[in-house]
């Protein structure tokens, strides 16, 4: 029984794409122009690492002209005595009032009085100051009315130009205006064209500012939600910044914490994050991952809690003691450093504040964190054997059908039980307090049973809001219902399985014990690898055994069950059981011989054996045969029809290895043996010429395909719906292929090799 379970991808609609991209247009093409032209003709990288190696250099020598041409920054030689300011100005001109002025700190020696101030950004947008003013106009004055002309003055502030970029929201540009040592007394008055004096003193003695991170490694461990409505189901978590020799090198990764697959168009590690340092200098990435180069989403869209690890790297900051790392429409994680390295992370606004308000949730949002309260509560009440508390979310004309099943749970040896919501589900009609059809999962373990072969199911529920909670008012069976949710049970153990029948089956319970064991130890003395303990449901003589597995009919004796789900990129196995057919034990068990019914059973055991190492794209022909072969299902007089009854020409390995199953199109039944048959001859023929080692490897070698690669066919919109063409496109892609590693022949010449051997048989 093959299940295969996918995700499914939400696709951004045009329109939202069509709004990323005008709204980068219009955010990066805002312009605002002041009075005179900027006269830097370096190129922004070029700049970028010039200002950031002098600016340290200024941080921990301190002052003195050194000025080589209008983008150099100005740097005083020399140690001088370093003055606290703080204070700021704001300009009347219709385009710098977007940028304040801040006068960060003085720093007095005996060749100059140099000011450090910063142009400070506010908006949310980015915005470019085209010109600047004339250093001319920017004076000094002291309390005696005595005028000072700038020396010099970094081109970046008189520019008003941030090395060559616009202004990013949250960002600036810092740089030093250099002043002759004032001959009067302070108060000293700075006057810069458009902008309110700044009135200060040097009477606040600081030590000189931070000038070297400290490199190494340090945790941030802080998750952003953004405030775009495309982006709120992704997650931005800030993992770690690694501080280089020169440069830092944050860990991120964007997070899908929907319920849903999904995918987004637009943002990037290059154009959409910067950093700002402890002066508002902004800096750009340098470099990104190759996964986050282009786009935040993965290949294929993100599945439901996946995570799209990457590294965003920008130039060694200037300015170090404070670093506010931000991506466009997330709020900023603002970190504090000293010399002994990082001392504290916060989530902020991009400007240092309060982050910003968590959008208000949707109803959908609301109703999956109280429902998944509460499926969460019921399944502990079942561990728990609270049956009030497991009826309590029921409707009342519910209640007394689930506490039967309730107190059926109670005689299960449950080892764990969880009920979630399914991750495609929607919850259409939160908005409205009634939701129909809600797809559950349920899963249990179960004691004595290996860990890694947890049960699944799934069910459709119906809500209703009732204040705050949600009632439910239906429930609909739907895949691989539990057994003891359709009637009582009675539970049996033998040495190697677990046996849960209806009590008027009871009876046979100890011929179907003695058959498995016999079936189990005849198949663990071939060499396979039977589990410690294994679970068998045997049916009552009325019961429908489609309603359990999906299949049925009074002829099907048993059959082996095992799903197969892909999740966070990784293929599980689960719910591996034996079912037993009761209706068929009851009305064919006397015309059955009795080898016959073993070797079904065995033929069945097979299949559960080699589940774990099974995968959902291993072709019908080489999972069907190795079970009639284990089984001893075809003997040389069985397999001398396929050639005395002219079957030959009708029977391709390579036709069987693109179908789903044996007997795919065979409606009346008339073809379908002779393709088990030929099945099992093909492994007879493997095994006689090669041994039966190299089969089982050959069989084990789809389990070692790496999961990556079947990432690639079970990820985008459409992948639940083509996951049977995946599946058989897989097949034909892997069978070819394994068969010339394992037998050094085409899978065309292992066909005609079959038919050739059986032609020989005596």
């Not at 001088?80 to 003085?106: E, K």
């Not at 989530?347 to 309060?354: A, E, Q």
């Not at 519910?398 to 929607?426: C, K």
Request: with cysteine; charged share 20%.
């Amino acid at each position: 029984m093959l299940r295969t379970s996918t995700y499914r991808i939400h696709i951004l609609a045009l329109l939202a794409l069509l709004l990323l991209a005008l709204a980068a247009c219009g955010e990066r093409g805002a312009t605002k122009t002041a009075a005179t032209p900027s006269a830097s003709d370096e190129s922004a990288s070029q700049v970028m690492q010039t200002a950031t190696a002098v600016a340290r250099e200024i941080a921990a020598t301190g002052t003195a002209i050194a000025h080589e041409s209008a983008s150099t920054p100005v740097v005083l030689a020399g140690r001088g005595q370093w003055y606290a300011i703080d204070a700021i100005s704001h300009s009347d001109n219709d385009v710098l009032d977007v940028l304040t002025l801040h006068l960060l700190r003085a720093q007095r020696t005996d060749q100059g009085l140099l000011l450090r101030i910063a142009f400070e950004y506010e908006g949310d947008s980015e915005v470019s100051i085209m010109g600047g003013v004339s250093k001319g106009d920017i004076r000094l004055t002291d309390a005696s009315g005595n005028g000072y002309d700038l020396l010099d003055g970094d081109q970046a502030v008189v520019s008003l130009n941030p090395d060559g970029y616009s202004f990013l929201p949250g960002g600036g540009v810092a740089g030093n205006l250099l002043f002759p040592l004032p001959e009067g007394k302070e108060p000293y008055t700075l006057h810069f064209p458009t902008y309110e004096p700044i009135e200060f003193r040097l009477e606040k003695e600081m030590e000189p500012p931070l000038a070297e991170l400290k490199p190494g490694t340090y945790t941030i461990g802080q998750t952003l939600r953004s405030n775009d409505d495309d982006l709120a189901p992704i997650a931005l978590r800030v993992d770690s910044v690694e501080v280089g020799e020169e440069d830092v090198t944050f860990h991120v990764a964007f997070v899908n914490t929907g319920r849903l697959g999904y995918e987004v168009s637009g943002p990037d590690g290059m154009n959409d994050a910067w950093l700002i340092d402890a002066e508002r200098n902004q800096y750009v990435p340098i470099a990104t991952s190759d996964n986050l180069a282009s786009s935040i989403t993965p290949e294929g869209g993100w599945q439901p809690g996946q995570a799209h690890e990457g590294t965003i790297t920008f130039p060694r900051p200037a300015a170090p003691g404070i670093l506010r790392f931000t991506f466009r429409t997330y709020p900023a994680v603002t970190l504090t450093f000293d010399e002994r390295g990082l001392q504290t992370a916060a989530i902020t606004s991009r400007t240092g504040g309060p982050p910003p308000a968590t959008p208000t949730p949707k109803p959908s949002q609301v109703a999956y964190q109280r429902i998944t309260q509460l499926l969460a509560a019921q399944a502990q009440a079942i561990l728990d054997g609270d049956e009030e508390a497991y009826l309590a979310p029921f409707a009342p004309d519910l209640r007394e059908e689930q506490r039967a099943i309730f107190r059926r749970m109670q005689q299960v040896p449950l080892s764990g039980y969880a009920l979630e919501l399914s991750p495609n589900e929607d919850l259409w009609g939160a908005d409205q307090g009634e939701m129909h059809r809600v797809s559950v999962w349920g899963r249990y373990t179960l004691e004595g049973i290996p860990p890694d072969n947890d049960f699944r199911y799934t069910a459709d529920y119906d809500f209703v809001q009732q204040g705050d909670s949600w009632q439910i008012t239906a429930v609909y069976n739907d895949d691989f219902t539990p057994f003891w949710f359709l009637g009582d049970v009675v539970v049996d153990h033998s040495p190697h399985f677990l046996i849960f029948t209806r009590p008027d089956a009871e009876a046979r319970t100890t011929t179907l014990a003695r058959e498995l064991e016999a079936a189990y130890d005849d198949l663990k003395g071939k060499g396979l690898p039977m589990e410690p303990m294994n679970v068998a449901f045997f049916t009552g003589p009325e019961e429908d055994l489609y309603e359990l597995t999906g299949h049925g009919g009074t002829r099907l004796l048993g059959l082996a069950v095992a799903q197969y789900s892909f999740e966070n990129n990784q293929v599980h196995v689960n719910s591996r059981a034996f079912f037993i057919n009761g209706k068929a034990f009851a009305e064919h068990a006397d015309d059955l011989a009795a080898g016959e019914r073993a070797s079904t059973i065995t033929h069945e055991m097979v299949h559960l054996a080699l589940s774990r190492e099974s995968r959902p794209f291993i072709p019908p022909w080489l999972s069907e045969g190795l079970a009639v072969y284990y089984a001893e299902q075809a003997p040389p007089e069985k397999l001398r029809t396929l050639v005395t009854e002219g079957r030959l020409n009708e029977l391709s390995l390579v036709d069987l290895t693109g179908a789903e199953s044996l007997g795919e199109h065979d409606l009346f039944g008339e073809t379908v043996g002779y393709e088990y048959l030929y099945s099992g001859a093909a492994i007879a023929y493997l095994v006689q010429t090669y041994g039966e080692d190299q089969v089982m490897d050959f069989y084990r070698a789809y389990s070692r395909v790496p999961d990556e690669e079947l990432a690639e066919k079970f990820s985008g919109m459409f992948a639940s719906l083509l996951a049977s063409t995946h599946l058989t496109q897989m097949a034909q892609e892997k069978t070819p292929e394994f068969v010339q590693q394992y037998f050094g022949i085409s899978l065309e010449e292992l066909d005609a090799a079959v038919k050739a051997w059986l032609q020989q048989l005596p």
